[in-house]
């Protein structure tokens, strides 16, 4: 199974999900708010819904009765005495999108923990106690460490001089120079996988996002490379990262899988919000990138499409819809007038960037195609998926130029070196394959190391 599906398009693979029965609950007595149903909410409900720890999706805050009953933007979260008609209800028993919590990302509500809330809505939402001074404070994630099986190439990206390879494998960020095969610098996520990268356009920065952040790190051409900044544009997992060509803005595409998508505009400078497009999809947001001329943003996401942003102020310039599954990359030809999509549906489709129109639709793998990108300087085209094939294709007519093998998992992510002679892809079990474009010939393999044995973790 696709590690990168399972992680954050799980609504891509798996059925809609099946509502929760409710049971018979022998018991006469009256629920109340903070005995009977904060446990509840606490334990599955606050890593979301807690605005005290620094979080409220959908300014849903759940941590008080009073909170509970105001509701967040969509409306009130619940309604006295009708547990059927109450958002709350219907979302956390999966009878409504998006469900509460997302899939992959918390325990649903047991049957009879669902019964009981709706029996205390039924009842008249009784308030109890309220528990804010007991909650006024930041709740934190546990993490857990990762596996160390778990390594998948989430993202390649070569450096603007064509000198560096950048790979974010499993809770890391490796740079390698491809100049004389050393290692520059590896940068830690402790036990976050690793999702995005983006070089500045001068090559003195690389971004990189995990859960609730962003990291730029300094790589110099010599010397040692500094701490990374951090900074929080997000309150999900930063999926998408993408500069503006002149280097001053840098974008980010987050989300709530099955709930909505989020795209948000940086200040390189200083790191300040520039702007925020907050339902720029319906779910989440999977691909990023500017067109070369810096006037359009394009992005992609789990809800099938494909967005045309005005970069200036994001207004919504075009939508392109034709995939039947998630959109899982894109990448703009170097004219700024056509745009690649790459889908779970397995196909790679080009659209024209004035009129939306679809110049082809080419489904020549056979699983999904996870990324795309256009070669530079050239009319064509390139694809990883799901088959263990990269691909690359035709820009004018549609047709297979050369097949890249060697690949021994699902392949996840792509990159082209900025002169187009070069190709990177990463896979789902942490390698990375460098091949010459035009000889098609495997240049070299990046391995990921070994997982400890047994007597080395001792």
């Known amino acids: ?219 110099p051409s010599d010397g040692l490379p500094a701490e990374p900044i951090t900074f929080e544009p997000v309150t999900e997992r930063a999926v998408a990262l993408a500069f503006s060509p002149d280097g001053s803005r840098l974008a980010v595409g987050a989300g709530v899988p099955s709930g909505r998508g989020e795209i948000s505009i940086w200040s390189r400078a200083d790191h300040t919000e520039i702007l925020r497009l907050n339902e720029a999809h319906s779910d989440l947001v999977t691909g990023l990138a500017y067109s070369p001329d810096g006037q359009m943003l394009a992005s992609c996401g789990a809800d099938k499409f494909v967005k045309l942003f005005r970069a200036s102020d994001g207004f919504l310039v075009r939508s392109l819809e034709g995939h039947t599954a998630g959109v899982l990359g894109i990448g703009w030809s170097g004219d700024s007038k056509q745009i690649a999509s790459a889908s779970a549906d397995g196909t790679l489709k080009l659209w024209h960037a004035d009129s939306g129109e679809q110049a082809f639709s080419q489904n020549d793998h056979r699983l999904e195609v996870t990324s795309t990108h256009f070669r530079p300087g050239r009319r064509e085209i390139v694809t990883t998926s799901g088959d263990r094939l990269v691909r690359l294709w035709n820009a004018e007519d549609s047709k297979p130029i050369r097949v890249y093998q060697g690949s021994q998992d699902f392949l996840l992510s792509s990159d082209f070196s900025s002169d187009g002679t070069r190709l990177a892809a990463g896979s789902q079990n942490g390698e990375v394959y460098l091949w010459n474009v035009d000889e098609g010939t495997l240049l070299r393999t990046f391995a990921p190391p070994a997982p400890p044995t047994a007597s080395t973790e001792k």
Do not use: Y
Not at 7 to 19: D, K, S, T
Not at 173 to 196: C, K, M, N, P
């Open 1 to 219: 199974m696709n590690v990168l599906l399972l992680i954050f398009w799980p609504a891509l693979i798996v059925g809609e999900p099946a509502p929760i029965p409710l049971v018979e609950i022998n018991s006469s007595a009256r629920f109340v708010f903070d005995r009977d149903i904060f446990p509840i909410v606490e334990s599955k409900c606050l890593t979301c819904h807690d605005k005290a720890g620094g979080l409220a999706e959908g300014d849903l805050d759940l941590t008080t009765w009073a909170s509970i009953t105001q509701g967040g933007k969509h409306g009130p979260a619940v309604q006295a005495g009708q547990g059927e008609a109450s958002l709350a209800f219907l979302r956390s028993s999966r009878r409504l999108k998006p469900i509460m919590p997302p899939d992959g990302e918390g325990e649903p509500l047991s049957s009879e923990e669902l019964t009981k809330f709706k029996i205390w809505i039924d009842q008249g939402a009784l308030p109890g106690a309220d528990l804010q001074p007991a909650l006024s404070r930041k709740r934190e994630i546990v993490w857990e460490a990762l596996p160390t099986t778990l390594q998948p190439v989430l993202a390649v990206a070569f450096s603007p001089d064509g000198t560096k390879l950048a790979i974010a494998r499993g809770n890391r960020v490796i740079v390698e120079s491809l100049s004389d095969g050393s290692r520059i610098a590896t940068f830690s996520a402790e036990q976050d996988l690793v999702s995005s990268l983006a070089w500045s356009p001068d090559g003195q920065q690389l971004a990189w996002g995990g859960h609730g952040h962003v990291r730029l790190g300094q790589i």
